[in-house]
């Protein structure tokens, strides 16, 4: 049973120096976005980023979830596909207070699986990342656009967050009828339409050394056991950033930056919008209509 409140220790310790930002604030966002980013959360095998000494030091991934976590926390258990090595139990998140205590833990960052302890080998949803190979975010703004337009043609949901990082991602909620690989096909295929139409902006290229200035269309998310950052998830950086979602036309402000949204101002911003991905799990794209949208 989730206890009602959770204490945590060392609440003043701070996490972002520069901002000022404790671990108090950190947990007291989590407790309050958590209607907000629980939904694209629940039922999900989750890699947490832990911060021990803050931002400003050596954090670490888990992806397996700690002995010493408490029961409430559910654990997710994940079968791997390497030879000789045992499944793994992830911590998952299902209520406020599993976040609270991640932020007790000096969680800062949330990543989720693109499938659910429901169907683990189907995916749910296709990400697109934007990654860009210098710091003209306006070249991004304009191929996700380019993006957005393809999606529209074709007829399919795209729904659209900053990274909190340095891109933009695209995501497409789908159907759990078909395996990552044919899932990453499909990803691989709009990612192509899309070199096709800005060959100049963009990239395919997966060496980093080999991108140029060019923003790289990173679809190698869309495999088994890879995450992605969970909407409304703070980022280890400067200012603490949110991933946070945007309507696809807010993609055309010239003011748009992956960090512009932040723990301090997030939600000023929500109080003043509608949810932008309202009806997310609505217009989950059926396998065959996205096979024939990509052919």
């Given at each position: 049973?989730?206890?009602?409140?959770?204490?945590?220790?060392?609440?003043?310790?701070?996490?972002?120096?520069?901002?000022?930002?404790?671990?108090?604030?950190?947990?007291?966002?989590?407790?309050?976005?958590?209607?907000?980013?629980?939904?694209?959360?629940?039922?999900?095998?989750?890699?947490?980023?832990?911060?021990?000494?803050?931002?400003?030091?050596?954090?670490?991934?888990?992806?397996n979830a700690p002995d010493h976590f408490p029961d409430f926390i559910t654990r997710i258990k994940v079968p791997t596909r390497e030879a000789g090595r045992?499944?793994?139990?992830?911590?998952?998140?299902?209520?406020?207070?599993?976040?609270?205590?991640?932020?007790?833990?000096?969680?800062?960052?949330?990543?989720?699986?693109?499938?659910?302890?429901?169907?683990?080998?189907?995916?749910?949803?296709?990400?697109?990342?934007?990654?860009?190979?210098?710091?003209?975010?306006?070249?991004?703004?304009?191929?996700?656009?380019?993006?957005?337009?393809?999606?529209?043609?074709?007829?399919?949901?795209?729904?659209?967050?900053?990274?909190?990082?340095?891109?933009?991602?695209?995501?497409?909620?789908?159907?759990?009828?078909?395996?990552?690989?044919?899932?990453?096909?499909?990803a691989t295929t709009l990612a192509r339409r899309l070199y096709d139409e800005m060959p100049e902006e963009t990239t395919l290229e997966q060496r980093k050394?080999?991108?140029?200035?060019?923003?790289?269309?990173?679809?190698?998310?869309?495999?088994?056991?890879?995450?992605?950052?969970?909407?409304?998830?703070?980022?280890?950086?400067?200012?603490?950033?949110?991933?946070?979602?945007?309507?696809?036309?807010?993609?055309?402000?010239?003011?748009?930056?992956?960090?512009?949204?932040?723990?301090?101002?997030?939600?000023?911003?929500?109080?003043?919008?509608?949810?932008?991905?309202?009806g997310f799990a609505r217009r989950r794209i059926g396998a065959q209509r996205l096979a024939e949208a990509v052919s």
């Amino acid at each position: 049973m989730t206890p009602d409140e959770i204490e945590i220790s060392h609440p003043d310790k701070v996490l972002f120096p520069a901002a000022g930002i404790t671990k108090r604030d950190l947990a007291d966002y989590y407790a309050r976005i958590a209607p907000r980013l629980l939904p694209y959360a629940k039922g999900r095998p989750l890699t947490l980023r832990v911060f021990p000494e803050g931002i400003e030091e050596a954090g670490f991934f888990n992806k397996n979830a700690p002995d010493h976590f408490p029961d409430f926390i559910t654990r997710i258990k994940v079968p791997t596909r390497e030879a000789g090595r045992e499944a793994a139990l992830m911590s998952s998140a299902d209520e406020a207070a599993d976040l609270v205590y991640f932020a007790g833990q000096n969680v800062i960052e949330l990543h989720a699986a693109l499938s659910t302890q429901a169907d683990m080998e189907n995916p749910d949803q296709i990400i697109v990342d934007f990654d860009p190979s210098d710091d003209d975010f306006d070249k991004v703004r304009k191929v996700a656009l380019t993006f957005n337009a393809l999606l529209e043609e074709r007829e399919l949901p795209g729904f659209w967050k900053t990274t909190g990082s340095s891109g933009l991602h695209a995501h497409l909620p789908l159907r759990p009828e078909r395996p990552f690989a044919t899932v990453k096909a499909w990803a691989t295929t709009l990612a192509r339409r899309l070199y096709d139409e800005m060959p100049e902006e963009t990239t395919l290229e997966q060496r980093k050394d080999k991108r140029g200035n060019k923003v790289f269309i990173d679809v190698l998310r869309n495999d088994y056991g890879q995450t992605a950052v969970l909407p409304y998830s703070v980022r280890a950086r400067k200012g603490a950033p949110v991933a946070m979602p945007i309507r696809a036309d807010e993609l055309e402000h010239a003011d748009l930056t992956p960090d512009r949204y932040t723990l301090k101002n997030a939600f000023q911003r929500l109080a003043q919008i509608e949810d932008p991905w309202q009806g997310f799990a609505r217009r989950r794209i059926g396998a065959q209509r996205l096979a024939e949208a990509v052919s």
